[in-house]
């Protein structure tokens, strides 16, 4: 190995190992709440509006 592509190849592995693992995870919490209108599910509304809203939070949906 050249002295030159170890110096380059040691220069990359140590930037990447100065990020943030978290970055790679795909379980990372989104930055932002995922919200929903109501009047898109209206009809379910009317027909059992608890199991709706727990469907829908059970989607990943925070605010109503």
Do not use: N
Not at 23 to 36: D, Q
Not at 48 to 58: E, F, M
Request: aromatic share 10%; charged share 20%; hydrophobic share 50%.
């Amino acid at each position: 190995m050249h002295r030159r592509k170890f110096i380059t190849q040691t220069g990359i592995l140590s930037a990447a190992a100065m990020l943030p693992m978290q970055g790679f995870s795909a379980l990372a919490k989104p930055k932002f709440k995922l919200g929903l209108q109501l009047f898109t599910i209206r009809q379910d509304m009317a027909k059992d509006p608890v199991a709706t809203l727990k469907a829908a939070k059970a989607m990943g949906y925070e605010d109503f």
